[in-house]
């Protein structure tokens, strides 16, 4: 029957093959204390409203001069928020709360090692740590509005506090994964036109405190290479006073944070007021070809989307103690660490190392001990915990209101782990659905106004007007099990304002493929296109099938990836799936599958297992050449499967370089099998 489905489908769509889920309604108790409950916000929200909806969610922050135009359309894609409005970051998110909530904890630090102890800042001691960092980077450093600053860091509190300070003073700050090479940092330097870098010497991470300094001086030559000289290099040191690097400090280049400091003790920095357009940070993603793109995001949209979006969808209250496990060098941990929760005056949590260290209860005593009440994590992240202690959670003490899943779609079958034994019941969970350019959440449920369903992000977000396009532009239908290219009809606050320095790379990759008229200013003629693939079912719920580049063409049927996971995962003993296309010299593409599986598993039936759910919930066409299980998945330090690296071992080309991994050397092991 599966196999049926496929035979109208043209190349232009993606065959689904997903059956509905069994829908989840939010408990009352939920309901009862949430942010939003009125249904009504998608009618105040709605086209013909728009762009002046918006205004409820600016109306959350604080600023010092009105807008005189909401939306400005007049140089399409670029689209301007709020212009004429003035307004600063740093401000709305420290200063304004102090009168009230002084004494409330503004951020919670735990460090990896279990035996040092959290360690907390009130809003009050994270403005006098903003304002004493400021006049250092105004001061010491000689940053003003408008330069750009590289900051290279791990998550420590030096982090946010430094990203604060650069906002007090409207200095673009560029925040770069400290898990990230030399390499990377230093074309994210050169590119951003940073004079500035902030490091640190050193961090934990997996049990180890590993050297990050010498990072920075890598990235210095390879910054210096591309033509961008690093004037001032800034270092925090994890322990005060105490140098954990071996990297020799460069005497006039190299200052250590904590010294230079003790001179900026007790200062008070006024925030400067920035138009709504100015930039606030600039974002680097990682493309699969060509350079790193520097998403630039604006102040007033993008505080004001992230503000609404923490409010409504992440129903973070001024009460709660919020945790969002991402990283800070992402833009989760920008929009739903830092910017969106300190706007709205919440506890937000921050973790030094990864989840299992020192085990795989470590996140669950975490919630335990602070009583985090909202827990935001990626599938990754879920998939290795569940992978690791299956039944942890029920040995802790805590209890989530509300779970978040982040990055990547989530497997309907990991979610009910996530929500049975994660969640024990009780949590809504909104599976959220957008990208680092667009700044917020596009798709997801509002957790108290509808159901759950296993597998889908739900409806877009108020304000928020997706369509589906085939590959010639036709508009797929809602309900037809059918997918194709996922666009968003209509520009948004959050959205990023270009790519830094190259604003025709902006257009020709997010603008250009279904655009109607390129001398329009009607912005109904500029669709955004993400990149994703996904299918709208009959209720108006989306299902992401992943990255359109990652659909597999097999004999004219194209195929998600992310489907075929899925079916993998519902057998048992499967923790991990992966699938990658592989060059068939019949088919053109057929999937190859790898899968980890769960702890004392025997893998000898697994493989047989694995073909057989793939071909009950797909049909034969999607068939995997091979099933490897293999010891573990090639990761980066963030948890994402690197699954190009498994598409390189299958097809025989260069894997690249994997150093950068979490863990390198099983890239050796998958490739001695699968290639022998």
Known sequence: MAENLNLDVSEAQIAVHWQEEQVFPPSAQFIAQANMTDPRIFER?????????????????TWYRYWHTTLDASDPPFWKWFLGAEINASYNCVDRHLDKYKNKAALIWVPEPEDEPH?????????????????????????????????????????????????????????????????????????????????????????????????????????????????????????????????????????????VLRDYVGERVDPVPMPAEAPLFLMYTSGTTGSPKGCQHSTGGYMAYVAGTSKYVQDIQPDDVYWCMADIGWITGHSYIVYGPLSLAATSVMYEGVPTCPDAGRAWRIAEQLSVDIFHTAPTTIRMLRKADPDGPSRYDYQFKHMTTVGEPIEPEVWRWYYYVVGKGKAAIVDTWWQTETGGFLCSTMPAIHPMKPGSTGPAVPGIYPVIYDEDGNEVERGHGRAGNICIRNPWPGAFQTVWGDRDRYVSTYYAKY??????????????????????????????????????????????????????????????????????????????????????????????AVVRSIEISIGKIARPKHVYVVPDMPKTRSGKIMRRVLAAISNGRDIGDVTTLANPSVVSEIRDMVQG
């Not at 929200?45 to 922050?61: G, H, I, Q, T």
């Not at 907390?120 to 105004?138: D, F, P, S, W």
């Not at 050297?211 to 591309?226: L, P, R, Y």
């Open 515 to 608: 655009c109607k008229d390129r001398n329009s200013t009607d912005w109904r003629d500029w669709p955004y296109f993400t990149g994703d693939a996904a299918m709208e079912a009959a209720d108006g719920y989306y299902r992401i099938l992943g990255r359109v580049d990652d659909v597999i063409n097999v004999a004219g049927h194209r195929l998600g990836t992310k489907e075929i996971e899925s079916a993998c995962l519902d057998v048992p003993e499967v923790a991990e799936a992966a699938v990658v296309p592989l060059a068939d010299p019949i088919k053109g593409r057929v999937p190859d599958v790898y899968v980890s599986l769960q702890p004392d598993c025997d893998p000898t039936q697994v493989r047989a």
């Open 119 to 259: 360690v907390t800042l009130t809003y009050q001691e994270l403005y006098v740590r903003v304002n004493e960092v400021a006049a250092l980077l105004r001061d010491f450093a000689g940053l003003k509005a408008g330069d750009r600053v590289t900051l290279h860091l791990p998550m420590v509190l030096e982090l946010p506090i430094t990203m604060l300070a650069c906002a007090r003073l409207g200095v673009i700050h560029s925040v770069v994964f400290g898990g990230f090479s030399a390499k990377a940092c230093g074309e994210r330097i050169a590119d951003s036109g940073s004079e500035v870098l902030v490091t640190m010497d050193g961090y934990y991470r997996g049990g180890k405190l590993l050297e990050h300094k010498a990072k920075s001086d890598g990235a210095i030559e390879v910054a210096a290479k591309e033509g961008q000289t690093v004037d001032k290099v800034l270092i925090w040191r994890r322990y005060r006073g105490k140098y954990v690097s071996q990297a020799p400090i460069v005497e006039g280049r190299d200052y250590f944070v904590d010294d």
């Open 45 to 61: 929200f709605s086209e013909d409203k728009f762009p002046e909806c918006y205004k409820e969610y600016a109306d959350l922050l």
